[in-house]
């Protein structure tokens, strides 16, 4: 569904982020980018909806072209999908309604979203996924009077009501406590696994990544390292991903399974 | 501190200072030393007159206290029309000022605008803050005759220059991450400014605003001396006419109204935050 080929990104300084990455993402897949800071894992989900530009290369979504799209086509491309962002993202100023109704501003004309007139089923969806998430309540709340989770789960909401085929998710949980952080990462792939949708998601911790995905991906200097099942992270191949540390401790996989579900917490 | 310590040992039991700001010895006193002997030279070339500023006391003497008496009665007609004048080309040149600063804004700010109309906006917003009030007052009031139309336009163009700026420095110092989720939705130009900047740079736009119906309200009562309408031409006359206590009496009335934009101001901020 999604296919990157030879996807290179140079900045103007000359650090070279990506250097020719192939990949392909099937429909449905949940994949997680893993790899030390400055790998480019950044970098390549940006340079897939172009809020980065790439240097050469090929990002396929289905059989559309992404990189030479002009300006309409790239932001009809863009509506297929959804971005969820470390530090959550949300426009501060606006309520949490505003918030989720903006993952509708590709699909809606230019007046309407001024005046805020969006389309009944619009407005009854983000009520829906606001519910599902657990934030009904919140709705008319202004964003930054919410707590982190909560306002990761209103980018959540964001991000599903594009209706997008993929999901980019950058960092979800790098500002967050560990619970929150499993409640926010269980709630993506429930709703990937209720909605079919593929995802990529860049994330530093390796345990949590172990446990919910279905696939791991490693970077290192912009380069694939790692490309395999969750289980097949020895010690030898963080290693090579990251450079030597103890990884014992890393991947324990944790005993004590959590009976904490986001439904129980949220009811 | 020499160059070459850097290990830990070597660096233990050292006292530390600041880098200076000017790295080279010879620039950094030549630099302090010219602005001392500059200082000096300046402020002995200015010339005071003692014998002219003693006579100059008497007047200002019956300047002041003629606040004492402010006289608002006999020339009420007078006041009155001037400051209905003058707040009529406070607002309207507000208003529209704000609203042609507000395209050029967007314009003139590096991080949502292309190159060329970057150029261009700033380059507007050069000329407006180049050309100052009095001069572009001079200038109109020489084209469109005395009258508070030529005061109207100058603080109209006055806005642009001062509101355009401030607003595109805001705009460059927003939270790019708040932009950057909206136009990963797939919004439109249009749909991100409004969902993605606007929001972030709306009180400081409404502060400023006020702000500069404010300065507006305070440069109408200059424009006047230069035949450009409002209270200022009032108090002009007033002044020609000898009249302190009737001066004094417009003075006192620009002090209450500014005051007055002051605290409004204050109270609409609060609201916005």
């Known amino acids: 569904?999604?296919?990157?080929?030879?996807?290179?990104?140079?900045?103007?300084?000359?650090?070279?982020?990506?250097?020719?990455?192939?990949?392909?993402?099937?429909?449905?897949?949940?994949?997680?980018?893993?790899?030390?800071?400055?790998?480019?894992?950044?970098?390549?989900?940006?340079?897939?909806?172009?809020?980065?530009?790439?240097?050469?290369?090929?990002?396929?979504?289905?059989?559309?072209?992404?990189?030479?799209?002009?300006?309409?086509?790239?932001?009809?491309?863009?509506?297929?999908?959804?971005?969820?962002?470390?530090?959550?993202?949300?426009?501060?100023?606006?309520?949490?309604?505003?918030?989720?109704?903006?993952?509708?501003?590709?699909?809606?004309?230019?007046?309407?979203?001024?005046?805020?007139?969006?389309?009944?089923?619009?407005?009854?969806?983000?009520f829906r996924l606001l519910d599902r998430v657990g934030l009904l309540a919140?709705?008319?709340?202004?964003?930054?009077?919410?707590?982190?989770?909560?306002?990761?789960?209103?980018?959540?909401?964001?991000?599903?009501?594009?209706?997008?085929?993929?999901?980019?998710?950058?960092?979800?949980?790098?500002?967050?406590?560990?619970?929150?952080s499993r409640q926010i990462m269980r709630l993506i792939c429930e709703l990937c696994a209720e909605r079919g949708l593929a995802a990529i998601i860049n994330i530093h911790d390796v345990a949590l990544a172990q446990l919910f995905v279905q696939r791991v991906i490693g970077l290192r200097f912009g380069a694939i390292e790692f490309d395999g099942p969750p289980d097949a992270l020895s010690p030898e191949v963080l290693t090579t991903i990251y450079g030597e540390e103890d990884w014992q401790a890393t991947i324990k996989k944790d005993e004590d399974a959590e009976d904490d579900s986001v439904e129980e917490e949220l009811a | 501190m020499s160059a070459a310590a850097t290990d830990l040992d070597s660096m233990l039991g050292r006292r530390w200072k600041r880098p200076p700001l000017i790295r080279r010895a010879w620039l950094r006193w030549t630099l302090t030393l010219g602005g001392l002997v500059y200082l000096v030279l300046a402020i002995a070339s200015v010339e005071v007159n003692w014998s002219r500023v003693y006579e100059g006391l008497d007047r200002g003497a019956a300047f002041i206290m003629s606040f004492a008496r402010p006289d608002f009665v006999s020339r009420a007609g007078d006041i009155w029309e001037g400051l209905l004048e003058s707040l009529v080309m406070t607002v309207a040149a507000s208003v529209v000022g704000i609203l042609i600063s507000i395209p050029i804004g967007l314009g003139a700010a590096r991080n949502i605008a292309p190159l060329p109309v970057y150029l261009i906006c700033r380059s507007i917003v050069a000329l407006?803050?180049?050309?100052?009030?009095?001069?572009?007052?001079?200038?109109?009031?020489?084209?469109?005759?005395?009258?508070?139309?030529?005061?109207?336009?100058?603080?109209?163009?006055?806005?642009?220059?001062?509101?355009?700026?401030?607003?595109?420095?805001?705009?460059?110092?927003?939270?790019?991450?708040?932009?950057?989720?909206?136009?990963?939705?797939?919004?439109?130009?249009?749909?991100?400014?409004?969902?993605?900047?606007q929001p972030q740079v709306m009180p400081r736009l409404i502060g400023l605003s006020m702000y500069r119906l404010d300065i507006n309200f305070r440069e109408s009562a200059i424009l006047g001396l230069v035949g450009a309408g409002g209270i200022g031409a009032t108090l002009n006359t007033a002044f020609d006419r000898y009249e302190f206590d009737t001066a004094a009496a417009i003075l006192l009335v620009i002090i209450g109204i500014v005051m007055l934009l002051e605290y409004l101001s204050g109270l609409i901020r609060a609201r916005v935050r």
Not at chain 1, 145 to 161: C, D, H
Not at chain 2, 155 to 173: H, N, Q, Y
Request: proline share 3%.
């Open chain 1, 138 to 180: 919140m709705a008319d709340k202004r964003a930054d009077e919410l707590s982190g989770g909560q306002r990761q789960r209103v980018g959540i909401a964001r991000a599903l009501i594009q209706n997008p085929a993929l999901l980019l998710v950058d960092e979800p949980t790098a500002s967050l406590d560990p619970k929150t």
């Open chain 2, 128 to 197: 407006s803050r180049a050309l100052q009030e009095i001069i572009v007052a001079i200038l109109l009031v020489a084209i469109f005759g005395f009258g508070p139309l030529a005061g109207f336009l100058t603080l109209s163009f006055a806005t642009i220059g001062f509101l355009s700026k401030l607003l595109a420095e805001d705009i460059e110092a927003m939270d790019k991450t708040q932009g950057e989720a909206i136009r990963a939705t797939g919004a439109r130009w249009t749909q991100w400014i409004n969902y993605g900047v």
């Open chain 1, 1 to 126: 569904m999604l296919r990157l080929k030879k996807l290179v990104k140079t900045y103007k300084t000359g650090d070279q982020a990506l250097k020719a990455v192939d990949l392909e993402v099937p429909k449905g897949q949940v994949l997680a980018l893993i790899g030390p800071s400055g790998a480019g894992k950044s970098t390549l989900i940006r340079c897939i909806n172009r809020l980065v530009e790439p240097t050469s290369g090929e990002v396929w979504l289905d059989d559309i072209e992404l990189t030479h799209l002009g300006a309409g086509a790239l932001r009809r491309a863009r509506r297929k999908m959804g971005m969820i962002f470390q530090e959550y993202a949300l426009v501060e100023r606006l309520t949490v309604m505003e918030n989720v109704l903006s993952g509708r501003l590709g699909y809606v004309g230019f007046w309407r979203s001024l005046t805020r007139r969006f389309p009944q089923s619009d407005v009854d969806e983000a």
